[in-house]
C-alpha cells in the first residue's frame, strides 16, 4: 500500500532489554526484513504482506500519541526499511525517546532526528548473515547507543571480540551480548566475558521471555 506504513503490531510493554530494560515504552513492530537470521524469533514479521494494518503518518502518530509513555520502540522486521525519519522528528520534537532497533545490515539516518538512539546488533557467524554487516554504520554510533552481539556459540562470541577489538579499542557505544534462546547457556557469556576481562560489555537475557512464555507476542 503506497505511502502506509506495514504494521504487524503495537502494544504497550516494558522494553525486554538493551539499556531502557525494564523501563514501560511503547512497541511499533513493522514489517519487512531484508535478511533472514538463522534463529529467527520474529519470523511472522519478515514480509511486508504480513502487516495487519497499514497506517498513514499521520494515524501512526495518532496510535502513538495515545498511550501514556514517552518511550517508543521501533523494531521488526527491519524498522529502518521504513521511511521514518519524519516520524522520528516530529516525535523528537514532541519529547519522545526513540529505540530504533535495527538489525545491521541497513544505513542509518544521514541525519539523525533528535531523541533517536539505535540499538543495532551485530549478526554474528552462527546467524548465518554475517557478511551483510554494514561496519560502515559503526562510525555513526555514539556513546548513546547500543550495539548488541546475539551469540548462538563460542565462535559468536570471538566474533564479538574481533570486533571490539578491531573496531573499538576505546570507547564507542555501549555494548550487550545476549544469548541465542535454547542455543547457548548465559553462564557461558558471564564466564567469555570474565575471562577476556571485557569490562565495557554488559551481559543481558531478554527479560520478557522470562516473564512471559518465550514465544509470548505482544509483550
Ligand atoms: S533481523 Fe530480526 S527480523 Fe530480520 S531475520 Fe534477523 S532476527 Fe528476524
Given amino acids: 500500500m503506497k505511502n502506509k ?14 539499556k531502557r530494560t525494564g523501563y514501560m515504552a511503547i512497541f511499533v513492530r513493522f514489517a519487512g526484513c531484508n535478511i533472514r537470521c538463522t534463529y529467527c524469533d520474529t519470523c511472522y514479521a519478515l514480509s511486508p504482506e504480513d502487516a495487519l494494518f497499514y497506517f498513514t503518518k499521520d ?9 501514556p509513555w514517552k518511550r517508543i520502540t521501533f523494531t521488526g522486521g527491519e524498522p529502518l526499511l521504513q521511511p521514518l525519519e519524519e516520524i522520528c522528528r ?3 520534537d514532541e519529547g519522545y525517546d526513540i529505540n530504533i532497533e535495527t538489525n545491521g545490515a541497513v544505513p542509518l539516518f ?4 533528535k531523541g533517536v538512539f539505535y540499538t543495532m546488533d551485530y549478526k554474528c557467524t552462527g546467524s548465518g548473515v554475517r557478511k551483510y554487516m554494514r561496519t560502515e554504520n559503526f562510525r555513526d554510533l555514539t556513546q548513546d547507543d547500543v550495539l548488541k552481539f546475539v551469540v548462538s556459540d563460542r565462535r559468536d562470541l ?28 548465559p553462564v557461558e557469556l558471564v ?10 560489555v554488559c551481559v543481558q537475557v531478554q527479560l520478557h521471555k522470562i516473564i512471559w512464555s518465550p514465544t509470548k507476542r505482544g509483550v
Fill in 5 to 18: 506504513f506495514p504494521v504487524v503490531e503495537i502494544f504497550d510493554s516494558i522494553d525486554g532489554e538493551g
Fill in 110 to 113: 544521514r541525519h539523525r532526528p
Fill in 59 to 67: 494515524e501512526l502518530l495518532a496510535k502513538i500519541r495515545s498511550y
Fill in 158 to 185: 570471538d566474533d564479538m571480540k574481533y570486533i571490539l577489538d578491531t573496531y573499538f579499542p576505546t570507547g564507542g557505544p555501549k555494548f550487550y551480548v545476549s544469548p541465542v534462546w535454547g542455543r547457548i547457556e
Fill in 90 to 92: 516530529i516525535l523528537g
Fill in 191 to 200: 564466564d567469555y566475558v570474565k575471562a577476556h576481562g571485557l569490562d565495557r
